[in-house]
């Protein structure tokens, strides 16, 4: 495994474009921050933030090639896990004691197409029901334009221990 991993660092370090130099370069930043249970491997290759509000949380992360599709701009699934992670943060944050939430249906608008250099996910609750809650999530490019449009329903289960 250890020679493995070696020789496909090498030829990246040696014969990749600087692109693959770079995605590698932030895959293996993410590993080495210990994803763990509250910081997941999703969270910390695509380099997600969390910031607290008081009606809610933003989830940013920057735009690498990481995150591209083909086109070079930003994958909608990425888009999405961002809109999802931030909405299931913060259901997680706010069901009892006890209490876990998962995602039952996700919708996305792509509204624009996500360029630049990072994305801010604003994330508040609309319904907290006892056994689904409702959340919007918008995405903002950096540049200040909406580029997304989420609503998730999350489904409030007890928390495995
Ligand atoms: C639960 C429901 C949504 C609705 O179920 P219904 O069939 O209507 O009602 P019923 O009461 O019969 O359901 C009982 C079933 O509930 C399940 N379960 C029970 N307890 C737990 C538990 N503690 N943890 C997990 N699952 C638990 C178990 O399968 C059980 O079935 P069983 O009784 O074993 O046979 C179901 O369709 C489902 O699990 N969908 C998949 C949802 C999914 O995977 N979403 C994506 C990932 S979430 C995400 O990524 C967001 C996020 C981001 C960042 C951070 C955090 C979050």
């Known amino acids: 495994m250890g020679k493995k991993i070696d020789d496909l660092v090498n030829e990246i370090l040696s014969n990749g474009s600087e692109t693959d130099k770079q995605v590698l370069e932030q895959v293996l930043t993410g590993i080495a921050k210990k994803p763990g249970k509250k910081q997941t491997y999703i969270n910390l290759l695509f380099g997600f933030e969390t910031e607290?509000?008081?009606d809610g949380i933003i989830m940013s992360m920057p735009v690498t090639p990481l995150a591209?599709?083909?086109l070079g701009i930003v994958?909608?699934?990425i888009i999405t896990t961002l809109a999802d992670t931030a909405m299931g943060t913060l259901a997680n944050k706010i069901v009892s004691d006890g209490q876990a939430a998962v995602?039952?249906?996700i919708q996305v608008h792509f509204l624009k197409e996500a360029t630049?250099?990072?994305l801010l996910c604003k994330c508040s609750v609309l319904h907290k029901g006892r056994k689904t809650m409702v959340f919007e999530s918008k995405v903002y490019r950096e540049d200040g334009i909406l580029c997304?449009?989420?609503t998730g329903s999350f489904f409030v289960l007890p928390k495995r221990t």
């Open 116 to 118: 630049g250099k990072s």
């Open 103 to 105: 995602t039952a249906e």
């Open 52 to 54: 607290w509000t008081a």
């Open 75 to 77: 994958h909608g699934g």
């Open 68 to 70: 591209h599709n083909s």
């Open 148 to 150: 997304g449009h989420s």
